[in-house]
């Protein structure tokens, strides 16, 4: 973590609808045209083109809800292309890395950077904002201001505008002003509500607001995010990305499950790509979620938590988890939707086995783990599986677009 500066400007450059700005790049005939894109298994929506949004289409809807919108309207829909999605964030980051003192990736489509302080920060952004449309095809928005609060702010802004906006000490209050509290970062609907019911409603009242009186009910972190809006730097940025604190692997399923044995196949699946994932964190989880989720409307929900006797990344542990939670989770009812998800990480080096669990061969585990990551990694994700997961039993991505540069097979060609 690098020490706030209050010296110098911090922009966020934000891709626009990123998603769709990735298959625009190599399908221009999309551009103007209205898209969604869609989660695993083409389950629901989690982006959407700004000509989507007109439409009033939501993030996060399934995708059969809207399915009658979409045909009314000739919206495209894509099965998400993440091999695609994170090749082109990598090319841009690495261009705003060029011209950043610091930066701090938040995620695929944002990142914080300091400017250097010799220049006219709006204008040598919109240089930045215009090299990287020119090379990697996507739009970007850049916000800048003193602190990352104000720059996220700003980045909102610029994409009303013209692409960038610069919030300085002259157009501060005016800003805040016209900025509703629930659209701060870092304010959620249930700590916006508190503070309307305060009569804080806006962000100039939040940096304007008696210091003790936020600290004594909100805590410090309300203090910091005040600080922030009044220009003063209290939010580093993070130049290591922080670890993850749990990993998921859920999926809706196109048809209802009804008997225990499909259900069982399926979380076995999950929690082998779960493990997958862990592994690459080098961490090792101590518990493991698992739920089941009935059809729409209803959308029954249930789920039971499994302890390990310690923590571990070894798939076999966790499979044997999720099978005894799906026996106890199953009641012969029609499953939609299921998932598991991992916790309470600790380092893949460093943990604390427990006094009374049973000695294991870590090193022989931990070599089969090894074998079996390098095998899958080599000849593609499922080329080597446990038979507990059984055939895959629905198609994933039956709206895939190209992999154009990930892909050898997948190369556009040019007539």
Excluded at 60 to 88: C, K, Q, T, W
Excluded at 140 to 168: D, E, H, N, P
Excluded at 267 to 290: G, N
Aim: charge should be positive; proline fraction near 4%; aromatic fraction near 10%.
């Amino acid at each position: 973590m690098s020490s706030a500066n209050t010296n110098e400007w911090i922009a966020l450059a934000d891709c626009n609808n990123f998603y769709a700005s990735c298959e625009r790049c190599f399908n221009p005939q999309l551009i103007g045209r209205a898209i969604v894109i869609l989660s695993n298994n083409d389950g629901c929506v989690i982006a959407r083109s700004a000509e989507a949004k007109a439409l009033g289409i939501q993030m996060g809807v399934p995708f059969f809800e809207i399915r009658p919108l979409v045909e009314m309207h000739g919206v495209l829909a894509y099965s998400s292309n993440f091999p695609l999605y994170g090749d082109l964030s990598a090319r841009v980051m690495q261009l705003l890395h060029v011209h950043a003192q610091e930066i701090e990736f938040y995620s695929i489509d944002e990142a914080f950077f300091t400017l250097p302080t010799t220049h006219c920060p709006e204008s040598y952004c919109t240089s930045i904002k215009e090299q990287v449309q020119q090379c990697t095809g996507i739009p970007i928005s850049i916000g800048i201001a003193s602190t990352k609060t104000l720059a996220k702010i700003a980045s909102k802004l610029a994409k009303k505008s013209r692409g960038t906006f610069l919030i300085q000490e002259a157009n501060r209050q005016q800003v805040l002003e016209n900025t509703l509290i629930e659209d701060i970062w870092g304010i959620g609907r249930r700590l916006s509500k508190r503070l309307q019911n305060c009569g804080i409603r806006t962000a100039w009242q939040l940096a304007m607001a008696d210091e003790q009186y936020l600290l004594k009910r909100f805590g410090v972190c309300m203090l910091r995010t005040s600080h922030e809006l009044r220009g003063i730097p209290s939010l580093a940025l993070e130049n290591s990305p922080e670890a993850k604190q749990s990993i998921r692997v859920s999926r809706t399923f196109p048809e209802s499950v009804h008997d225990l044995d499909s259900l069982l196949q399926q979380l076995s699946f999950f929690a082998d790509r779960a493990c997958q994932k862990l592994r690459q964190e080098q961490q090792k989880a101590l518990y493991v979620d698992t739920f089941i989720e009935g059809p729409y409307p209803t959308r029954k929900h249930r789920s039971t938590r499994f302890y390990l006797d310690s923590p571990s990344d070894y798939t076999p542990d966790f499979i044997h988890a999720v099978e005894l939670s799906g026996q106890k989770l199953f009641h012969h009812c029609e499953i939609r939707k299921a998932g598991v998800t991992l916790h309470h990480f600790s380092s893949k080096n460093a943990w604390q086995q427990d006094f009374f669990s049973l000695p294991r061969d870590h090193q022989k585990q931990n070599t089969l783990m090894q074998q079996f990551d390098s095998i899958n990694q080599k000849f593609g994700k499922g080329s080597l599986r446990f038979l507990s997961s059984g055939k895959r039993e629905f198609s994933r991505g039956a709206r895939l677009s190209p992999r154009y540069t990930t892909s050898w097979n997948d190369l556009a060609l040019v007539k």
